[in-house]
């Protein structure tokens, strides 16, 4: 069965924090992605990566980065938190190009605080 | 840019149908339909590709007009189960997937 995990389901900060989301995926997916989702906004889309230790940033890259050492490993890492990044983070896989389905991983409630 | 998505929200009957539109203003390679249920994950539904291929749930039908830049996600004879926000996602050839906002759907007894 495949399967996205993400290292914690809920995680409460302080603001000015350095906070690390990890997500593993474990069908050797080249693409992965961190979207954030937020009340009748939708899904947006962070960063994403195509390879090991390739990035592309996504609509909303600002006050974020990503990391990326092993296929399996995708990180995602908010430098200093804030409050406006209290939010839902969605980590997915997917094979090489837009034509196939992208796996979610369950989430994680991120509140800053 | 997020597609649009019609109707943001809908109710129906169990056995009633629906029709979810998405619509992009960009040139579009493939839209990708998910649903997500209170709380879980988003699932994936169906991928639809410029030149008439589709992949995806047996249930489920959809269309992509290619010239309008836009899909419908078809529901018919509803179910329970059917409930949930329902997601498509455009792909302009960059690998990535722009979603909408989403469209809830509620389907009651």
């Known amino acids: 069965d495949v399967k996205v995990t993400q290292s914690s389901r809920y995680l409460v900060k302080r603001t000015g924090e350095k906070v690390f989301l990890e997500c593993v995926q474990d069908?050797?997916?080249?693409?992965m992605f961190w979207y954030r989702q937020d009340p009748g906004l939708g899904l947006r889309l962070i960063y994403f990566s195509y390879d090991v230790k390739m990035k592309e940033k996504g609509d909303i890259p600002e006050g974020y980065s990503v990391s990326r050492e092993k296929k399996e490993r995708f990180s995602l890492i908010l430098e200093s938190a804030s409050t406006n990044q209290t939010s839902m983070y969605l980590c997915?896989?997917?094979?090489?190009?837009?034509?196939?389905?992208?796996?979610f991983g369950p989430g994680t409630r991120l509140t800053v605080t | 840019q997020q597609p649009v998505q019609s109707p943001q929200a809908v109710i129906l009957r169990e056995g009633e149908d629906a029709v979810i539109n998405c619509s992009s203003s960009k040139a579009l390679y493939s839209v990708h339909w998910y649903r997500q249920k209170h709380g879980e994950a988003p699932v994936f539904l169906m991928i639809?590709?410029?030149?008439?291929e589709q992949k995806g749930h047996e249930k489920i039908s959809a269309s992509f007009n290619e010239k309008k830049q836009q899909s419908s996600l078809y529901l018919t004879a509803s179910q329970l189960s059917y409930s949930g926000t329902y997601f498509c996602?455009?792909?302009?050839?960059?690998?990535?997937?722009?979603f909408g906002k989403g469209t809830k759907l509620s389907v009651i007894p």
């Open positions: 997915a896989s997917s094979l090489m190009d837009g034509t196939y389905e992208q796996y």
């Open positions: 069908m050797d997916h080249e693409n």
């Open positions: 639809l590709l410029k030149g008439g």
């Open positions: 996602g455009t792909e302009a050839g960059s690998y990535q997937l722009t």
